[in-house]
């Protein structure tokens, strides 16, 4: 991924021009796990999934930044685990020229919605190769889970990821 050409934007007000690159993306950590196989498999499939997901930055130089979009998860039928998946995706990120207030949505929003279909893709081939259904998850708004981690910080009430929202279905 290290050979695209960066995304470049109109130079902003103080003459400098926005650029924004993906220099790599990457698993960080994966887990699958079945801790009721193979009792699992002869009951009635009619599971509901629970849905985590936490971002983290981490600055490596001036500019370079690693996004870790964390993805949890878990299918029960009944009080029993199906399975659990847990995956940590990342990316390195060069972006240049934005300002403070537009680094927030650029990491906690933008990165993580291009870290998600890769997630995505790895939980739904693990779940597969458990011997499970597919699994396909959702589009997720990163926009609008950030818009709430912010207004939950400022409420003082945030947190420690960027973005964590339990979901069933």
């Not at 396909?136 to 939950?152: G, K, P």
Request: glycine share 6%.
């Amino acid at each position: 991924m290290a050979d695209h050409e960066p995304f470049k934007e109109p130079q902003t007000s103080n003459g400098q021009q926005r650029q924004f690159a993906i220099q790599r993306i990457y698993i960080k950590d994966v887990s699958f796990e079945s801790p009721n196989a193979p009792d699992i498999f002869r009951g009635e499939w009619n599971p509901t999934h629970e849905l985590n997901l936490g971002t983290k930055v981490n600055k490596l130089q001036e500019g370079i930044f690693e996004v870790t979009l964390s993805v949890t998860v878990v299918a029960k039928v009944g009080e029993k685990t199906a399975f659990l998946v847990e995956i940590q995706q990342a990316g390195i990120f060069a972006m240049s020229g934005f300002s403070e207030q537009e680094l927030g949505p650029m990491l906690g929003a933008y990165c993580p919605a291009i870290l998600f279909p890769y997630a995505r893709e790895v939980i739904s081939d693990l779940v597969v190769k458990g011997s499970f259904p597919q699994l396909v998850l959702q589009h997720v708004n990163f926009d609008a889970l950030y818009a709430q981690h912010q207004q939950e910080a400022a409420a003082g009430q945030a947190p420690r990821d960027a973005a964590a929202t339990p979901s069933q279905h």
